[in-house]
């Protein structure tokens, strides 16, 4: 069993900047590809990014991409999402997850065993 927990999030205004963390226990940190999902309100669980097990590769949401950017640790079993620029629309609460699928790349939430219980974040224009 894993468990994870978000921290990070916040009110911010647009253009400003965010870091989110997500810490794991419970399982080997290394071994997981670990992703990152926001849900807005009345919206459904969308994709953000994933990054592989060693952390040499990622994947972004275009609404994303070239703005966030993930890493991780795994000698802190965290993982971790710089967020630039941010925009109204990326309000949401940010959730991570861990993945056991083969790629990185995987985008579909039923692909992600553990979630933790998410983060706010509220971008004001």
């Known amino acids: 069993q894993v468990q994870l927990v978000e921290s990070g999030g916040g009110l911010v205004q647009a253009g400003d900047s965010l870091r989110l963390s997500c810490a794991a226990s419970g399982g080997t940190f290394s071994n997981y590809i670990m992703g990152w999902f926001r849900q807005a309100p009345g919206k459904e669980r969308v994709f953000v990014t994933s990054?592989?097990?060693?952390?040499?590769?990622?994947y972004y949401a275009d609404s994303v991409k070239d703005r966030f950017a993930i890493s991780r640790d795994n000698a802190k079993n965290t993982v971790y999402l710089q967020m630039n620029s941010l925009k109204p629309e990326d309000t949401a609460t940010y959730y991570c997850a861990v993945s056991t699928a083969r790629y990185y790349f995987t985008t579909q939430s039923h692909e992600y065993a553990y979630w933790g219980q998410g983060t706010q974040v509220t971008v004001s224009s």
């Open positions: 990054i592989s097990r060693s952390g040499s590769s990622t």
